[in-house]
């Protein structure tokens, strides 16, 4: 599996935005990028994912670099509820399977 | 619709028992994936079925452990003989369609194993 690189750790401010790294150098032309976050003592839940052109959803965006050597997540005001380890993961069926490969992630502390 | 469910939400076993989990997929998903958590850990992939399948057990110790996901009825992980470092968060997710490249798993929130 292709690796993501994440800081372990990030602070933010409650409304302001949040912009989350994610480094991949050795990404395929065939892997998505894929981020879920992991709200305390939940699981996982999908954000977003995309190929190569940014994307937005309800929840944040996406920005991916031209060479997709990276990406990051956007949120674009942080709320309290937002706090939560969040993945970076690359995902190519063909090649990884069916599995999604979750790393260390980034830990998201927002302050009041 | 509800989401993934899990049972018991909360397990304690002592060294040597069986732990059985239980993972009801959404709705209309008829795919299920297991992954554990340590403590202090990453999300682990264990295994992934389809109705009545083993498709990738992979991510699965290979003693102890079995996962099931009978025709009728909700997925099962089983632990036999648990030792202390099974002591762990087990989730479950699900999708309604063969994995993809753009298809994202729904989880459930977890089920808690403590062995004393």
């Known amino acids: 599996d292709a690796k993501t690189t994440q800081p372990n750790s990030m602070e933010s401010n409650e409304e302001e935005p949040v912009h989350l790294p994610c480094n991949h150098s050795?990404?395929?032309?065939?892997?998505?990028i894929h981020w879920y976050r992991q709200l305390p003592s939940q699981g996982p839940e999908y954000v977003i994912h995309?190929?190569?052109s940014n994307v937005n959803n309800r929840m944040a965006s996406l920005a991916i670099a031209e060479d997709r050597k990276s990406s990051t997540l956007i949120l674009h005001r942080a709320t309290l509820r937002d706090a939560a380890v969040y993945y970076c993961?690359?995902?190519?069926?063909?090649?990884?399977?069916?599995?999604?490969?979750f790393g260390e992630g980034t830990q998201l502390t927002v302050n009041p | 619709n509800a989401g993934v469910m899990q049972n018991p939400r909360h397990l304690v076993r002592r060294r040597g028992q069986e732990a059985r989990l239980r993972c009801s997929p959404m709705?209309?998903?008829?795919?299920v994936y297991w992954y554990r958590q340590l403590p202090e850990e990453g999300l682990k992939f264990m295994v992934y079925?389809?109705?009545?399948?083993?498709?990738?057990e992979s991510g699965m110790p290979k003693e102890r452990f079995s996962a099931e996901f009978p025709k009728e009825g909700p997925s099962i992980l089983r632990i036999q003989q648990v030792v202390r470092g099974d002591s762990a968060a087990y989730f479950c997710?699900?999708?309604?369609?063969?994995?993809?490249?753009?298809?994202?798993?729904?989880f459930g929130e977890g089920s808690r194993l403590t062995v004393l």
């Open positions: 709705k209309g998903h008829s795919h």
């Open positions: 993961i690359l995902r190519d069926v063909g090649t990884s399977g069916s599995r999604l490969t």
């Open positions: 997710a699900s999708s309604p369609r063969t994995p993809s490249n753009t298809g994202e798993l729904f």
């Open positions: 079925l389809q109705k009545e399948n083993i498709i990738d």
């Open positions: 995309g190929l190569t």
């Open positions: 050795t990404i395929s032309g065939t892997d998505y």
